[in-house]
């Protein structure tokens, strides 16, 4: 009997073996693969993840500058629109000041030259005054002087100014400002030598004021002088706050006039000072006599500043005569200084309201 040939089958059990090995060496293969991918895909998110948390941040950051870049553009444009109504209020109050400046001027010039003429019909009054006056000089009032005056004939008589009374109280200003007529030549002579200062045109005819106004002073009268500047002080040392006779006392104060030819005026000038001596001294004098130049310009204390304008001169010179007593006269003896045009009247004013006499010596004089 013969042997059937035997046939192939691909499909044996050894061929399932080595598919199932090969299929599950792929599907672990891919399981590898799938889990490799699986840890490389979290990373990349966790770190897409952070990037987008940080671009978050960047932006909210970026969102809250943008906020605070339009509150401050707000701001600055509110600002700019105030800087601007300020900047138009300004100009506006600008405008005006000027508008008022120039009025002032034109005041101011009209004032001057109605000053300049008043000052002009004075000086001839002056004249007049003094041409009369030299006339009605007799040479027994001649005799009655305590102290013996030189001068030029009749021009040693201070024309429209007599002496009187029981007590006479001589005030004399010494500030720097009695140095010259102009601010100017004060400030230049205030830098100069003392010979300089002492020998000036103006110094020298208050000092002849003065001459002729103690030698005229009655033998049967009482009298003290007193100089001021920020401060008051008499003439004749060791006599503050008492009257002298004007017999007894001739010989001293003819040494305190020699003392006074070698004063330096200098300081400012303080009327209250002044005026507190009137005030102060007892029993009160029935006659004074003011020599100065201008408005005070110190107080009842010292300045605070070095430059005083003309209407705080005339504040202070209103403050100064608050404590002046009443029923006293006063007689002003001006020798008028530059850029103080409100003295004259103020200081003529003075003398209508006490029953004094205002005087301006004339250039020339003695």
Same mark, same amino acid.
């Given at each position: ?22 299929f599950g060496a792929v599907i ?59 900047? !138009? ?34 000086? !001839? ?15 027994? !009032? ?7 005056l030189s001068g030029d004939g ?31 030549n004060v400030i230049r002579r ?121 209407? !705080? ?54």
């Amino acid at each position: 009997m013969a042997r059937r040939k035997r046939q192939f089958n691909v499909f044996s059990l050894s061929f399932l073996d080595i598919m199932s090995c090969g299929f599950g060496a792929v599907i672990l293969f891919f399981m590898i693969i799938s889990a490799q991918i699986a840890v490389e895909t979290d990373e990349t998110v966790r770190e897409e993840s952070a990037e987008i948390e940080r671009l978050e941040a960047r932006v909210s950051a970026s969102g809250r500058q943008l906020n605070r870049l339009r509150d401050a553009l707000a701001g600055a444009i509110e600002n700019r629109a105030g800087t601007r109504a300020e900047a !138009e209020e300004l100009s506006r109050a600008v405008n005006e000041a000027r508008e008022r400046i120039s009025e002032r001027e034109r005041s101011e010039l009209e004032r001057r030259a109605e000053l300049q003429q008043l000052q002009a019909e004075l000086r !001839e009054l002056q004249r007049e005054t003094e041409r009369l006056a030299e006339e009605a000089m007799t040479r027994e !009032e001649a005799g009655r002087q305590i102290r013996a005056l030189s001068g030029d004939g009749d021009r040693a008589y201070l024309t429209g100014m007599r002496m009187g009374g029981d007590r006479i109280l001589i005030l004399l200003d010494v500030s720097t400002s009695m140095l010259d007529e102009t601010l100017v030549n004060v400030i230049r002579r205030r830098n100069m030598p003392f010979e300089r200062k002492v020998n000036s045109p103006k110094w020298q005819r208050v000092l002849a004021t003065v001459d002729w106004i103690t030698a005229q002073i009655p033998p049967d009268s009482q009298f003290q002088v007193y100089l001021f500047n920020d401060q008051a002080r008499p003439l004749i040392d060791g006599t503050e706050g008492t009257w002298l006779s004007a017999s007894e006392q001739v010989g001293r104060l003819d040494e305190a006039m020699e003392k006074l030819r070698q004063l330096e005026p200098s300081g400012g000038s303080s009327l209250h000072a002044a005026f507190s001596v009137i005030r102060d001294l007892a029993p009160r004098a029935d006659n004074v006599y003011l020599i100065t130049d201008s408005l005070p310009t110190v107080g009842d204390s010292p300045p605070t500043r070095s430059v005083i304008s003309g209407r !705080e001169r005339v504040r202070l010179y209103e403050l100064a005569i608050r404590i002046l007593p009443t029923n006293v006269p006063v007689n002003i003896i001006l020798f008028p200084l530059e850029g103080d045009p409100r003295a004259a009247p103020a200081y003529w004013n003075l003398t209508l309201t006490t029953g004094g006499t205002y005087m301006s010596p004339t250039e020339d004089w003695p």
